[in-house]
Structure formats: structure tokens, C-alpha cells
């Protein structure tokens, strides 16, 4: 079985930066993709960006191009996910997710594995 556990949130102020990392523990992970999503109070889980994990190429969800940045490493089995300019629309429950599917990795009904979520609140 496959663990994936996320660390890195926690509160900061609009403008700010925070860096979200999740590791996969377990048995051999070699997942097609890694990827975010998030989910805030009332609303549906959203894509934020995903990761190829051999290629290293990436997606991102349209609200958070140019600001946020997501990284792998492959010996770790860890990914990561650098969040710049932050807004208060950003405040959600962050989830990692991995997929052994290949195809539409923006979709959270790929996704095989999950993490806990970690909360991240920006404040004004």
C-alpha cells in the first residue's frame, strides 16, 4: 500500500509564499503523475497542478499559473509545491494525489492515492 503524507502548510499573509511537500511511502511508487488539488469550505475539489513524474513536464490550473510551481524528486518520492503572491482565494485544504493513469491528470477521479490534506489559510 501506498502512503502519501503532506507537510508545509499553515497560515500567511496575502502576498506571501509557501511550500507544500508530499511524500510516498510504501511499496514501490511509480505513479504516471503527482498532483494538487485543493478544496475550500462549500466548494467542489479543484485541480492546481500536476506533474509527470518521469518527464517532469507540468499542468497548471489557470488561477494559479505564474504563481505557483510544482517540482518532483524522483529519489525522494516526493513532490512538491511552491506557492508564490499568495491570495486569500487560495485558502483551502490542500490534497496530494497520484495517479497511475495516463490521461487527464487534471481530473481527481484518476487519481489512485491521496494524502491527508494539509490546510493552508492566507489572511488579508
Known amino acids: 500500500q501506498v502512503q502519501l503524507v503532506e507537510s508545509g502548510g499553515g497560515l500567511v499573509q496575502a502576498g506571501g509564499s509557501l511550500r507544500l511537500s508530499c511524500a510516498a511511502s510504501?511499496?514501490?511508487?511509480?505513479?504516471?503523475?503527482m498532483g494538487w488539488f485543493r478544496q475550500a469550505p462549500g466548494k467542489e475539489r479543484e485541480f492546481v497542478a500536476a506533474v509527470i513524474w518521469d518527464t517532469g513536464n507540468t499542468v497548471y490550473a489557470n488561477s494559479v499559473k505564474g504563481r505557483f510551481t510544482i517540482s518532483r524528486d524522483n529519489a525522494k518520492s516526493t513532490q512538491y509545491l511552491q506557492m508564490d503572491s499568495l491570495k486569500r482565494e487560495d485558502t483551502a485544504v490542500y490534497y496530494c494525489?497520484?495517479?497511475?493513469?495516463?490521461?487527464?491528470?487534471?481530473?481527481?477521479?484518476?487519481?489512485?492515492?491521496w494524502g491527508q490534506g494539509t490546510q493552508v489559510t492566507v489572511s488579508s
Open positions: 510504501g511499496r514501490t511508487f511509480s505513479p504516471y503523475a
Open positions: 494525489g497520484g495517479t497511475t493513469q495516463t490521461v487527464f491528470v487534471s481530473l481527481a477521479r484518476v487519481y489512485n492515492y
